[in-house]
Structure formats: structure tokens, C-alpha cells
């Protein structure tokens, strides 16, 4: 159940998305590609491996003659080639190393008594079965095979991938440009004296921060007055830096000096004002121009819930990936007192009970509020025209990626498999 008077997250997302515009692929350094998105698909070119090769040191001959005794004739090694081997014959082979013709299996080393002589004599006395130790021509992937679709972000691991495939460069997602424009005559730069009546400006570094981790890039930074003149003159200078979108925070609730969205309703196309979600209702959609802009609430709290169900998810689809949307259920941990008019996300600790999973809401949940994202394992979700909530209430689980122990990665959309590159 939603709030009937306000859309739902998903819904403001999609009217974004329709007015959004992806940047251009871009190609770059392998070296350079960790935390960026395919942008095209990448199949396998040749097997992997590409031979039959050893997986461990030892003797590689014919599993058929043991047990028995075997002259080794030669010396296999990773990067070269081994002449073959006479049958009745053995080569000393290292790990990684092709396996030598005339040969379908490596006896370990510790297997192996080895007999001093010239050559000398490999003594298996156990019979051993082809294949041992050997890791198979295309035990891994075959010619063909789809191994990163686009929309995948690049961690670690598919950077490995895509060294292991021979990609270099590789064919990325642009990065999109995010202007960021933050309005409160009460905020000072940190590092500078706020004064009695001010406070330090959290929003613009850890905008700009969730901006560049969730794979975008800051392409100019504005801090305005609150003043309608300063904000249209704002919004105008950062539409001019032409980028993919204008993020905002404040000046978009009901006050006498919420400016943004004034300006928004008179000079814009306003998509959305307001959704259904506790805290952070206090969120636009717009077009300014032909720039999207994401109105937040100037209170970091109440901003960061806009952030995660809306900008980050838009930033990351502008990228042709999509975050997970992983979720789960537990039990309230204790009462929950206040009836909910729009649908509340609590912040939670999550941890385990005699009934199951339970979730803990013993956590800051002002709306003005950052401690809180720091310390929780997910969000509670309560429907919109709950009343107050008994402990033992089963509730939905919203998991984040990037926020408590929810690793941050995003992949491609659901059946997409795009070009290859």
C-alpha cells in the first residue's frame, strides 16, 4: 500500500529516466576500467585455457603403462614447448605447463620415486588414471561463450576477466556528468567558522562523494543564498555545464524560502513533487531546459533516502546498469509507536532472534540525521496507513548496495546482452 497523493520512488525514478539522456561510450586502459560499466558485451575468443595443461608439478606420461617404470626425456614448462614423448617414456613437467604430446597425465611429484641415472627414471607404482592433475583445453570457457553482458560494473574480478580474455582497452559506459548546486544562506564551507546561527555544509562533499562512487563525475559544484534570483541564476549556470543531470539539495518543501522548487513549478517542467517515503518526501523531479534535475531535501537525513531509491539508481541506469534489488523480511524487533502516514523506511540493525531474523530500530531516525546511515544493515519498511506497530510485526527488508554490508556492484538489466565488443 502506497500514500494515495504521492508516487512511489520507482515511479518518480521512471519519470527521470524517460527525461534522461545517457552519455556516450568511451573507450580506456584496461588499467583504468576498475569501477566502470561495460558498455558492450564480451565473448571469449579462444578457449581457456587454450590447452591441455598441468596442474600441479610432477611427471606427465601415459596413464595406460602404469605402474611402472618411465625414462624422463625432457623438461615441459609454462610459456614453452616440449618435444613429444616416446612411448614407455616420461617428462618432467611444472605447474601451468602444456601437456607434451604422447602424454594424458601428471603424476605429483609426490608420487613419484625418481631413480638418479642418466636420463633418470620416474617410478609410479601405483596405476594412475588418464587425466589426473590436468586441466582440460576449455575446462573454463569455449570460443563464443558470453562472459560479461553490458552494464556490469567492473570490480576487481571482471578487471582479472577481462585481462584473462586479452581485453585491452575495453569499451566502457561514459561517466555521467552530475552539477550539483546546493542552497542554504545557513551553510558554511567546513573548515571555515559557521558563526552562532550556521552550520557546516555536509551536503556538497558528500553529494559530490555518492556522485563519483556511484560512477559519475562532478562537472561543477554551486553553493547558493536562499534567493529566487541566486537559485534561477544557479540552476541556469549549472544547465550551461550541459550535464546529465542537475542534482540539488534544498529549498524544495513548503517553506516561505524554498526557492528550488519555486523556480522548478515557474521555469521548468516539474515531473514529480513529492513521494511516497518517510523521510525525504520533500523530493522533485524536473527538467530545466533540457537538463533533468533530482530536487533533495536540504536535510542530509532526509536526502540521502532520496538519494539511495532514486539518484543512485538513476545514475547507475544512465550508465546501462541496474542496481540489486535485494529483499528480505524480519520481525520488529520492538513496538514501533507512531501510526505512518507515507510509507516509512526505518533504518535498521538487522540481527538474529528465537523467531527469525529481527530488525532493530534503536537507531537515529531524524530525518537531519547522518549517524544513522552508518550504522544500519538495511531499511524496515513500513506501508503507508500503518498504525503503530507491535514488536513481532513482520516487515518488508530493503537491502542498499553500498550502504551497511551490502557490497556495492550493479549489473546489466534483466535479458540484456547488448553488442559485443
Known amino acids: 500500500m502506497s500514500h494515495p497523493g504521492y508516487p512511489p520512488p520507482e515511479e518518480g525514478l521512471r519519470r527521470l529516466q524517460a527525461a534522461a539522456a545517457a552519455p556516450a561510450p568511451e573507450t580506456v586502459p584496461l588499467d583504468a576500467?576498475?569501477?566502470?560499466?561495460?558498455?558492450?558485451?564480451?565473448?571469449?575468443?579462444?578457449?581457456?585455457?587454450?590447452?591441455?595443461?598441468?596442474?600441479?608439478?610432477?611427471?606427465?606420461?601415459?596413464?595406460?603403462?602404469?605402474p611402472g617404470r618411465f625414462p624422463v626425456r625432457s623438461l615441459a614448462a609454462a610459456g614453452g614447448r616440449s618435444p613429444a614423448v616416446p612411448p614407455g617414456s616420461a617428462a618432467r613437467i611444472l605447474t601451468g605447463a602444456p601437456l607434451p604430446a604422447g602424454t594424458d597425465t601428471v603424476v605429483e611429484q609426490e608420487a613419484v620415486t625418481l631413480e638418479a641415472g642418466n636420463p633418470p627414471v620416474a617410478v609410479v607404482?601405483?596405476?594412475?588414471?588418464p587425466?589426473?592433475?590436468?586441466?582440460?583445453?576449455?575446462?573454463?570457457?569455449?570460443?563464443?561463450?558470453?562472459?560479461?553482458?553490458?552494464?556490469?560494473?567492473?570490480?576487481?574480478?571482471?578487471?582479472?576477466?577481462?585481462?584473462?580474455l586479452g581485453r585491452d582497452p575495453v569499451v566502457v559506459a561514459g561517466r555521467p556528468r552530475v552539477a550539483?548546486?546546493?542552497?542554504?544562506?545557513?551553510?558554511a564551507p567546513p573548515g571555515r567558522d559557521p558563526g552562532p546561527e550556521g552550520i557546516w555544509d555536509a551536503n556538497t562533499p558528500l553529494f559530490s562523494?555518492?556522485?563519483?562512487?556511484?560512477?559519475?563525475?562532478?562537472?561543477?559544484?554551486?553553493?547558493?543564498?536562499?534567493?529566487?534570483?541566486?537559485?534561477?541564476?544557479?540552476?541556469?549556470?549549472?544547465?550551461?555545464?550541459?550535464?546529465?543531470?542537475?542534482?540539488?539539495?534544498?529549498?524544495?518543501?513548503?517553506?516561505?524560502?524554498?526557492?528550488?522548487?519555486?523556480?522548478?513549478?515557474a521555469a521548468g517542467r516539474l515531473l514529480f513533487w513529492r513521494l511516497d517515503l518517510h523521510p525525504g518526501k520533500a523530493v522533485a523531479g524536473a527538467v530545466w531546459g533540457d537538463t533533468p534535475v533530482l530536487a533533495l531535501s536540504g536535510s542530509p537525513?532526509?536526502?540521502?533516502?532520496?538519494?539511495?531509491?532514486?539518484?543512485?539508481?538513476?545514475?547507475?541506469?544512465?550508465?546501462?546498469?541496474?542496481?540489486?534489488?535485494?529483499?528480505?523480511?524480519?520481525?520488529?524487533?520492538?513496538?514501533?509507536?507512531?501510526?505512518?502516514?507515507?510509507?516509512?523506511?526505518?533504518?535498521?540493525?538487522?540481527q538474529a532472534g528465537p523467531a527469525g531474523l529481527e530488525a532493530d530500530a534503536a537507531l537515529p531516525q531524524g530525518s537531519d540525521l547522518l549517524t544513522a546511515y552508518r550504522q544500519l544493515d538495511a531499511f524496515a519498511v513500513i506501508p503507508a496507513g500503518s498504525p503503530p506497530l507491535p514488536a513481532g510485526t513482520p516487515v518488508r527488508i530493503h537491502y542498499v548496495p553500498g550502504l551497511g554490508r551490502e557490497a556495492l556492484t550493479w549489473g546489466p538489466p534483466a535479458h540484456t546482452t547488448g553488442p559485443e565488443a
Open 33 to 66: 576500467a576498475l569501477g566502470r560499466t561495460l558498455a558492450a558485451a564480451v565473448a571469449a575468443t579462444r578457449p581457456q585455457p587454450p590447452f591441455n595443461r598441468a596442474m600441479m608439478d610432477g611427471y606427465a606420461l601415459l596413464a595406460a603403462r602404469t
Open 125 to 129: 607404482a601405483r596405476a594412475v588414471a
Open 131 to 164: 587425466g589426473r592433475n590436468v586441466g582440460r583445453r576449455g575446462q573454463e570457457w569455449e570460443p563464443g561463450d558470453l562472459l560479461l553482458a553490458p552494464g556490469q560494473r567492473l570490480g576487481p574480478l571482471e578487471v582479472g576477466l577481462l585481462a584473462a
Open 180 to 187: 550539483l548546486v546546493v542552497t542554504g544562506d545557513e551553510l
Open 209 to 265: 562523494a555518492l556522485v563519483r562512487r556511484y560512477g559519475g563525475e562532478v562537472g561543477c559544484t554551486i553553493r547558493v543564498r536562499d534567493d529566487p534570483a541566486a537559485v534561477e541564476q544557479a540552476l541556469e549556470t549549472a544547465r550551461a555545464a550541459r550535464p546529465h543531470l542537475i542534482l540539488t539539495t534544498g529549498g524544495v518543501s513548503v517553506g516561505d524560502r524554498d526557492y528550488v522548487i519555486a523556480r522548478l513549478r
Open 301 to 350: 537525513g532526509a536526502a540521502l533516502m532520496g538519494w539511495f531509491l532514486v539518484g543512485a539508481p538513476l545514475l547507475v541506469g544512465l550508465q546501462g546498469g541496474r542496481l540489486p534489488q535485494r529483499t528480505g523480511e524480519a520481525r520488529l524487533r520492538a513496538p514501533f509507536p507512531k501510526p505512518t502516514r507515507e510509507t516509512r523506511y526505518l533504518r535498521v540493525r538487522l
